[in-house]
């Protein structure tokens, strides 16, 4: 396999400092070092590979760490805290990523009907060790960047591939749920949804629990398990991702975005801010300048 992820850290280390784009539809490449700001966010549901260096990545109170010899599936919208590493021999950090499409999934799930064994059911995110003809095929795939006029034709066939070679090993349940609308993790993922784009609004629970059409006990139980987080814990991350985002943007003062992410108190918001990112904003803003100008 360490032929393959050579081959693979070639073809993707044309890739510059943090997130570039490859022209093929959902698929990125990330490197070099991130601030850490920059890698607490609302992530889409994807499947990341390492092809250099490690990463960490926070989802409530579970801590995951992947490196080449791993990938990772996210399967729902999840708020995240991470950071990368360079490898210890001073490579810097080198991924490559997959936006998953559920559609496409659902499509690829109703031409090749499989039995896949979930063995952490109802968890939105986990990390697994990558095999060989996952690896090749992402490397079909990057190939295709040396060969854009080929990319409309071959990029929607190798995706496939990597999805279907997913959906054969160990986290392939989370695919296979994501694009089957009576799963739980289906259900959750559209009270996820409205959360996410309406989360400056008061949460009521039993109004989530019917857009899952689950009980209330049921819901919150399924939430937890998919996304670490209760739903009110969910909100409250989205918005303080959302403040750090603006923050860091200059888009106001700390006091206003607090108000403008839903916050009625200024001060539980510095409180609830410093808990999550280790410092109150202004500090925390001042040090993300720090870091960008060098010092």
């Known amino acids: 396999m360490e032929q393959q992820i050579q081959e693979l850290r070639a073809l993707a280390s044309r890739a510059e400092n943090r997130r570039t784009e ?14 850490e700001h920059l890698l607490a966010a609302v992530y889409a ?40 590493h360079p490898a210890a021999t001073g490579e810097p950090y080198l991924a490559v990523s997959l936006t998953l ?29 990558v095999g060989s003809e996952l690896l090749d ?4 795939m990057l190939r295709l960047i040396e060969r854009p006029g080929e ?6 066939v190798y995706e496939r591939e990597i999805l279907f070679r997913v959906l054969q090993g160990p986290l392939g349940w989370m695919l296979r749920d994501i694009a089957s609308p009576n799963t739980a993790l289906a259900r959750i993922g559209i ?50 991702l959302h403040a750090r985002s603006r923050l860091m ?27 999550l990112f280790g410092l109150p904003p202004s500090k925390d803003v001042l040090k993300a300048t720090q870091e960008f100008r060098g010092g």
């Open 249 to 275: 943007a200059g888009q106001g003062s700390a006091t206003s975005i607090a108000f403008s992410v839903g916050y009625e108190s200024p001060n539980q918001f510095s409180r609830e801010y410093a808990r």
């Open 22 to 35: 490859t022209g093929i539809p959902r698929v990125a490449m990330v490197q070099g070092e991130i601030p």
């Open 151 to 156: 990319i409309a034709v071959l990029a929607p």
């Open 137 to 140: 095929a992402w490397i079909r």
């Open 45 to 84: 549901p994807m499947v990341n590979l390492i092809l250099t260096g490690s990463k960490t990545m926070t989802v409530g109170d579970r801590t995951f760490h992947y490196d080449p010899a791993t990938y990772f599936v996210m399967s729902v919208d999840l708020p995240a805290v991470g950071s990368v």
């Open 101 to 129: 499409d559920a559609a496409i999934v659902g499509e690829l799930i109703r031409d090749l009907p499989l039995d896949v064994c979930s063995t952490l059911f109802g968890s939105g995110f986990s990390v697994a060790p």
């Open 191 to 240: 009270a996820i949804n409205w959360i996410r784009h309406n989360f400056t609004e008061q949460i009521r629970m039993d109004a989530l629990a019917e857009m899952a059409a689950l009980s209330v006990s049921a819901f919150h139980r399924h939430f937890k398990a998919v996304t670490a987080l209760s739903p009110l814990q969910y909100q409250k991350r989205v918005r303080l």
